[in-house]
């Protein structure tokens, strides 16, 4: 929104500077976006008049012209197309300097000597470009500055408005703002009824009810549209970013830019039938102002006649019905369109205008016959023209008013953190133009016809609080009440979980719940899984029983692209369907934690000789996150159809399976076609979500004695079921017992393997003998006989 501070002050005229109105405007919520001057800078330009002309000798495009002042005439050469005898135009006289720092001295061209310089707009700064020299009404005080004859020692703002502030797209709104941010009054413009002298109407009707609820027209017969509009109309819409183009268009442009109601003027002789506000029909044309033709959609809102689409409502007229110059009587309309119809209508046909801009954000309910009366006295005194009745066509669903709004008094000070006298609050809300009731617990508020955006109590706050002044908030210590949250010392949070493969060098990777079912049935056969009614795509069709599908794809993806070295983990829940009941109230929604890698076991290095990880690799992985658990994992040979028959373990706590380890089976890599070997695992998250809370053991103060058991037994007994073995039959004198060697080979029988432990045995009160190590050994290496028939390696 741009407009000119001079017009702005006829309006409101605080005793501020343009600078300050502009921190004000920001600090309300009107965001300043550009000051600038409403012309360039220059001096010494004058209104002239071209008394006379005559061809330049020795130039066919230039012309030598004689100019007066009104009190000398001078000689000047002009080139401009539309110089012409009794022209009055601004001229630059000798010692003038223009924008540019341009300084107008005495020159010859082609001979002919030249004092001054007739000017343009674009070389007084005044547009970005012209097509001859600027042309002055003919009853121009000659002689007199032009930068007083056209006021030019003004400011045009540039205001970057929100969405919700369509009231401040006029004079009259940011008038009202400014009026209330200085508690000065406002001059508030008003129109009577103008005088009708005919009895003409032309009918309308409304069958799009819904879109437009209030429609108002008048008709205007007589007019004269080549009149020219006044200067001061002319350079108050050029400060506003429109062009002047005739006088009834300028009209129209000139009281939306002022109230804020965008307007239509029809050539009366062009309406066939009657007015209608309806939708498009199915492939209908029109041809825009502009000459722009676009087949409109069925639910696009158009006004029309009774044989054709008339205008692109709240967008943009069409070029079949416009005033021209031929044009004698017009129909006025003014209109309020439902922000929710016109939004983006616009921008469906590559369109933005002044209109759809405001109407999009919404216009005052109440302003379209006001509009029609201000529009109508200025055409009428600058066309001239009879006037007819203004008709109004209001559906029962057009909102005269707003819900009333409950403010409580005690919501001012705990959210704003101010307290205000009720009279002040009061003023507030009475000044910003809502009728206000006062009651012992705060107010009962009205919003006016022009704020859409006050639908809440908060929004009533925000309003208090933006014209009193966000920097007159004071200071203070915030308080608060802390509550700590218990954090249970049983409890491992997923981020400690996370960050320990992370430290392993994993990365986290998050998939979809949604995967592929060919996917699925390879990796997780024997669970049933639940079919989306409407998938995004046939590869994601079904919710995941298992997070490793998902994990697996992205391993692919990275191995596609030359990483050579993958490692990924993901957290998250697989939806489990329950097999004897239906619905989605018998789906287990159960939470995950998986894992894949392969390639190198090191980044490329020079240090160490680098390997492909293993089976043992991605077990210690798992181990070091079981390690956070608060029951004992063990691990058992087992069976996935998924996972390789000799490498594939089960994952235990409490003989209940929690997870599944091992390489992928080669006929799985194929139908997935990865060519790597693949380790991944999968634990229930609830397995390692709880620990055991350490607590203080006393230290002995006698030595602890070790000592080495080696035995041999067959090659398929577990190393875990002696080790169980051991601690079952330990004594509380062995401390430890740790498993530190395999070994097959030279000195042991073929199907035989050496195990080797260490055993760490101590007493806390006193020092163990040798005759207690050798009992606790002998019970020890008895019980592996029996149950193992293991012997002691020689």
Known sequence: MKFSEQWLRTWVDPDISAEEMCDQLTMAGLEVDSIEPAAGGFTDVVVARVESLVKHPDADKLNVCQVTDGSSTQQIVCGAANVRSGLVI?????????????????????????????????????????????????????GLNLREYLQLDDNIIELDLTPNRGDCLSIAGI??????????????????????????????????????????????????????????MLERLRRGGIRGLSPVVDVTNYVMLELGQPMHAFDRQKLNGKIIVRYAKHAEKITLLGGKSIELEKNTLVIADDSRALAFAGVMGGEDSAVDDSTTDIFLESAFF????????????????????????????????????????????????????????????????????????????RVLGIELPVSDVSDILQRLGMQVKVYSDGWLVQSPSFRFDIEIEADLLEEIVRVYGYNNIPRTRPSYNAIIQPQPEASNSLIALKRCLVNRGYFEAITYSFIDPKWQQILDPLRTTISLANPLSSEMSVMRTSILPGLINALKHNVNRQQTRVRLFETGLCFIPDSEKSGIDHIRQEPMFA????????????????????????????????????????????????????????????????????????????????????????????????????????????????????????????????????????????????????????????????????????????????????????????????????????
């Open 90 to 142: 601004p001229l630059a006289k000798i010692g003038a300097v223009l924008p540019g720092d341009f300084k107008i001295k005495p020159a010859k061209l082609r001979g002919i000597e030249s004092f001054g310089m007739l000017c343009s707009e674009k070389e007084l700064g005044l547009a970005d470009s012209a097509d001859g020299l600027m042309e002055l009404p003919s009853d121009a005080p000659l």
């Open 175 to 232: 008038a009202r703002e400014l009026g209330v941010l200085n508690q000065c009054e406002v001059t508030e413009q008003l129109w009577e009824p103008y005088k009708q002298n005919i009895i003409d109407v032309f009918p309308v009707e409304i069958q799009a009810a819904d879109a437009c609820t209030h429609y108002a027209g008048r008709v205007i017969k007589g007019i004269n549209v080549k009149a020219q509009t006044p200067l001061w």
């Open 338 to 413: 439902k922000p929710e119809v016109i939004a983006g209508k616009a921008r469906n046909y590559g369109l933005h205008t002044d209109s759809s801009h405001r109407f999009e954000r919404g216009v005052d309910l109440n302003m379209q016959v006001h509009a029609i009366e201000r529009a109508t006295a200025l055409i009428c005194e600058i066309c001239g023209g009879k006037v007819g009745p203004v008709i109004e066509h209001k559906a029962a669903t057009h909102p005269d008013e707003q819900s009333p709004i409950h403010l409580r008094a005690v919501q001012i000070k």
């Open 595 to 794: 894992g894949v890698i392969c390639g190198d076991i090191y980044h490329e290095q020079w240090s160490v000789q680098s390997r492909k990880v293993d089976f043992f690799d991605i077990k210690s992985d798992v181990e070091a996150l079981l390690s956070f658990a608060a029951d004992i994992s063990t691990y058992e040979v087992a069976q996935h159809p998924a996972l390789h028959p000799g490498q594939c373990a089960s994952i235990k706590q409490n003989n209940e399976i929690i997870g599944w380890l091992g390489a992928l089976h080669p006929e799985v890599q194929k139908a997935l076609d990865i060519e790597q070997r693949v380790y991944v695992f999968e634990l229930r998250q609830s397995a390692i979500s709880n620990n055991n809370i350490p607590s203080f053991t006393p230290l002995s103060r006698y030595p602890e004695v070790r000592r080495d058991l080696a035995i041999l037994v067959d090659e398929a007994i577990p190393a875990a079921d002696i080790l169980s073995a051991i601690k079952s039959v330990s004594s509380d004198l062995v401390k430890e017992t740790q498993l530190f060697d395999i070994y097959q080979g030279k000195g042991v029988s073929e199907g035989r393997k050496s195990v080797a432990f260490g055993l760490i045995l101590q007493e806390f009160s006193r020092t163990l003998t040798d005759n207690e190590v050798d009992a606790e050994i002998d019970k020890i290496v008895s019980t592996l006989n029996q149950q193992f028939a293991a012997t002691l390696r020689e």
